[in-house]
């Protein structure tokens, strides 16, 4: 991937403020948010262009990354740039209210959509792992992840305790990118959390960042203060340095079940994501370099012993739920252990019925750099949505306890919830977007907002073992629903489209869009803002709605969106 690029070291991060190097604001953020994701603050390692995720990057290779900022620079308000797995490919004259740019990452034909035949390409320099938000430069570093995996847990705790985690220990595993946000999630829920992370300097990176509270490197002192902290009913974390299936044994030996066991290893990538047990960190990187299949073997066996010891907790009356890992889904397929699907995923457990109403872990990011810009977004929200209590209690965490990484940004789940009349129907995402895009025009707001979400989202995934897990007319293969929301969000005219294979769940396992829409106070930022937000969102609630969600047929019926052919 040659040597980091000059640009990226002079940038490290995005550039802010007010004045543009692009010839117009939507062109000027791609070049912020791809600097976004690659600034040190937000990847996990970005000499290498990973992002966040296993390998998942922003760009093939830093002779790629350079020249999409060349092409950025150089790109009209009229035309669109295509970009294939983190590579610049071609730029066209499309006009003003179509996307300027369209990404496709990790793509391959069904017959050879594996991970044998993604490495081949890889190594040859011709694809590039997308993950989610990797690839189509929508990243924002733990704090994007951290509402859905607070509201996970809100979830679980509501259905299944008292509506928080107070007294209850979470054990879990994996502080990357999206893992980190795991020990301050359960914080934030009042409980207490240990998890163990192979990566000392994971464990270091979330403590200086206000995620995790304490580290150690031994089982007995973890159960001691976890047990301590969940007595006295204390919000408290520890990260574990140890491999997450050496830890579950041990406390299966000491007999200690937690309240909820999960995982955010990096499963989903046996080579290049998930430790083997029995070697540090870098014996484990030596090992893959010199010996890969050796590598592929042992971390198998390591992911067959985690799913045991999570299975043998669970019944012994731990709450156990995958977090979207894939982690049962590599040792069914490489180790034919059907068993392992005998504890469930957390989409169909915790965030179905969300989906259902179109809703999703919609986030913006201020273009500018000043946080103040972000604070005055929360103000709106508040403003918006004064009934909603749960958002309040978001926003106040949030600025309390969440630092900003890079471009400051914010994460709140919204869906559809349309109100008013006639044309002026406008789903939550549009009532929000339009306001922030009336700030901007106003000078309330610095420099323009982008809006985003994760691929994570209601309408815009096909994920067997992750997002449509076990849909209620089995439809969960099928794939055509990402690509019509991509297409969709063509039509409705964001200005980043993306549309990428693997993702959480590894290379085959699922298809997912994403967009962007920059607010920078203009008619057609609200022409794109009022489209988008009303499509996207409603793409979630068509599709739960085909499948029989009796929910989503009441938010169609709520929000005005037609489902023809609902009762056939
Ligand atoms: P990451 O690669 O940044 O971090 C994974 C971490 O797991 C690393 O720090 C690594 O050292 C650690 N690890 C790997 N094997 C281990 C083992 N056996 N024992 C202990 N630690 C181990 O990945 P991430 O961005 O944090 O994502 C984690 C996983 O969650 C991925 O599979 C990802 O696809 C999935 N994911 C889930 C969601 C969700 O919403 N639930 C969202 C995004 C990603």
């Known amino acids: 991937r040659g040597d980091p690029s000059e640009q990226w070291r002079e940038y490290r991060g995005a550039p802010t403020g007010t004045d543009i190097e692009c010839e117009g604001w939507r062109q000027e953020a791609a070049l912020r948010m791809l600097n976004n994701n ?64 369209l ?39 733990t704090q994007g992840i951290i509402q859905g995996t607070f509201e996970t847990l809100a979830e679980l705790a509501r259905q299944h305790f008292d509506g928080d985690l107070s007294g209850k220990v979470v054990v879990t595993a994996g502080l990357g990118g999206m893992g980190g946000a795991q020990p301050l999630a359960v914080t934030m829920n009042e409980g207490v959390c240990i998890a163990a992370e192979v990566a ?36 408290y974390s520890v990260g574990v340095h140890m491999n997450a299936a050496d830890l579950l044994e041990a406390l299966l030996d000491h007999g200690f079940v937690p309240d909820i066991i999960t995982d955010q290893t990096s499963a989903h990538d046996a080579l290049e994501g998930y430790y083997p047990s029995g070697y540090s960190v870098a014996e484990a990187d030596e090992l893959r370099t010199e010996d890969p299949e050796q590598y592929w073997m042992q971390s198998l066996d390591t992911m067959e012993r985690h799913i045991d010891a999570i299975l043998e907790l669970q019944d012994r009356g731990a709450i156990a739920f995958e977090y979207g890992n894939n982690i049962r889904g590599q040792v069914k397929e490489h ?61 106040d965490l949030a ?50 907002i982008v809006v985003t979400r994760d691929h994570l989202d209601a309408g815009s995934v096909a994920s067997p073992n992750r997002e449509t897990e076990a849909m209620r007319d089995g439809t969960d293969a099928v794939a055509d629903w990402p690509i019509l929301n991509a297409l969709l969000n063509c039509a409705a005219g964001a200005d980043i489209v993306s549309v990428h294979d693997g993702g959480g769940v590894g290379i085959g396992n699922a298809l997912h869009a994403n967009n962007h829409v920059v607010l920078d106070g203009s008619e057609l ?9 009303t499509t996207d969102p409603g793409m979630g609630v068509i599709r739960h709605a085909d499948a029989g969600y009796e929910d989503a047929l009441d938010e169609a019926d709520q929000s005005d969106v037609p489902v023809p052919m609902r009762d056939q």
């Open 200 to 235: 000392e300097a994971r464990i270091d990176r979330r403590i200086e960042t206000g995620y995790c509270m304490e580290k150690t490197d031994d089982t007995d002192d973890a159960i001691e203060r976890a047990t301590e902290a969940a007595q006295a009913r204390e919000p």
């Open 38 to 101: 690659l600034d040190p603050e937000v990847a996990e390692d970005p000499e290498n262009l990973v992002v966040y995720g296993g390998t998942g990057r922003a760009a093939r290779s830093w002779d790629a990354y350079d020249s999409i900022l060349s092409e950025l620079r150089a790109l009209e308000g009229n035309e669109t740039l295509l970009v294939q797995s983190g590579k610049p490919v071609g730029r066209f004259t499309t006009h003003e209210r179509a996307p300027r740019v």
């Open 525 to 533: 930022a609200a022409e794109k803002a009022t489209r988008v937000f």
């Open 103 to 141: 990404i496709a990452n990790s793509n391959l034909v069904g017959k050879w959509d594996n991970w044998d035949h993604f490495h081949e390409l890889e190594a040859e320099g011709k694809i590039m792992y997308g993950q989610m938000t990797a690839g189509s430069w929508a990243y924002i570093g």
């Open 335 to 395: 180790r034919g252990r059907s068993d392992a699907f005998e504890f469930q995923g957390f989409v169909p457990a915790y965030i179905r019925p969300q989906f259902c109403r179109g809703k999703g872990p919609f986030r913006w990011v201020a273009l500018s750099g000043d946080p103040d810009d972000i604070h005055r977004t929360d103000e709106a929200v508040l403003e918006l949505f004064p009934e909603k209590d749960h958002l309040r209690r978001w926003i």
């Open 399 to 448: 600025q309390e306890q969440i630092q900003f990484q890079g471009l400051p940004s914010r994460v709140c789940w919204f869906g559809c919830n349309a109100e008013g009349e006639g044309d002026d129907k406008l789903t939550e995402r549009a009532r929000f977007a339009l306001r922030i895009n009336e700030l901007v025009a106003l000078g309330e707001i610095a420099a323009p």
